[in-house]
C-alpha cells in the first residue's frame, strides 16, 4: 500500500458506501455521492468489498470504484 498512497490521503478514509434494498451501490466521498453501482458492477464490487483484507484495502478499492473524478475544477 505504501507504493499507492504516496501521499498517505487515504488514511483519513474519505471514501465510504452505501446499500439500498435492492442492491444498488452509492460511492461517496466526504459524505457526497460520485457514484452509483448496479447489477453486475455492484456484485463486482461486493466481492471485492468482501476479499479486502483490511481499511486500507477498502478504501483502495473505493477509490478505484469511482474512477477518475477529481479535476482540479471542483468548488470547495
Do not use: C, H, W
Not at 46 to 62: G, H, M, R, S, T
Amino acid at each position: 500500500m505504501a507504493n499507492i498512497d504516496k501521499r498517505n490521503r487515504l488514511d483519513d478514509e474519505p471514501f465510504s458506501y452505501r446499500v439500498t434494498k435492492n442492491n444498488t451501490v452509492f460511492l461517496d466521498y466526504f459524505g457526497k455521492q460520485i457514484k452509483t453501482l448496479r447489477g453486475k458492477d455492484a456484485e463486482k464490487f461486493f466481492n471485492k468489498i468482501q476479499n479486502a483484507e483490511d481499511k486500507e484495502a477498502v478504501q483502495l478499492i473505493l477509490a478505484k470504484a469511482t474512477g477518475n473524478f477529481k479535476r482540479g475544477n471542483e468548488r470547495k
